[in-house]
């Protein structure tokens, strides 16, 4: 497994932001039925994959909550809920526990200065807005970049379509998005 995400990191949130509005860029995806297919490469070797599926979108506690289904070859599905609210992206249960502390994903206003620090250490920073192509095409995104310990991680979000490249310092091992489904 990929080992890029300090984001397992737990912070604590007093009280639920409220959901976006409709302007507000959202970078998740937010429709039952999205579905993004992504697969994992070192250097030009693809090594595998795993698909997430927006299987559950409800409004909860002031936030939207989206629910993801991973599917992954050989393995039992992973279930992860994110809460969007105009705060940002916050992972607020797993396989169906709600988390005692839930752990932020993406703080926002998304853009280029915005930086926060979670429980453990962990600091992010969006650094810059740029345009990224992977195997599913060209999206504007926002880099953010993490540091933990001496672990570092580059992420790149995409509106409407969230997380869709994760790469880490020193090694050539990448996870990009390769299909992009919308939902109804």
Do not use: C, N
Not at 54 to 65: C, F, M
Not at 135 to 148: L, M, N, Y
């Amino acid at each position: 497994m990929l080992r890029l995400l300090p984001l397992a990191v737990a912070a604590s949130v007093a009280h639920a932001a409220p959901a976006p509005k409709a302007k507000e860029t959202v970078y998740f995806p937010t429709k039952e039925g999205d579905t993004r297919v992504y697969e994992i490469r070192t250097g030009a070797k693809v090594e595998g994959g795993y698909t997430d599926v927006v299987t559950k979108v409800e409004k909860k506690d002031g936030a939207l909550q989206v629910t993801i289904t991973r599917e992954r070859a050989g393995t039992t599905d992973f279930v992860t809920t994110i809460a969007v609210t105009s705060e940002g992206l916050t992972r607020v249960a797993i396989d169906g526990m709600t988390l005692e502390k839930p752990i932020p994903l993406l703080k926002m206003p998304a853009k280029v200065g915005t930086k926060w620090e979670v429980d453990g250490g962990a600091k992010y920073s969006v650094t810059k807005e740029e345009e990224v192509e992977v195997p599913a095409g060209k999206f504007q995104a926002i880099r953010v970049e993490s540091v933990a310990g001496t672990s570092k991680s580059t992420l790149w979000f995409a509106p409407g379509v969230g997380l869709f490249k994760m790469a880490s310092d020193g090694s050539d091992r990448v996870q990009v998005l390769k299909e992009f489904k919308g939902g109804k």
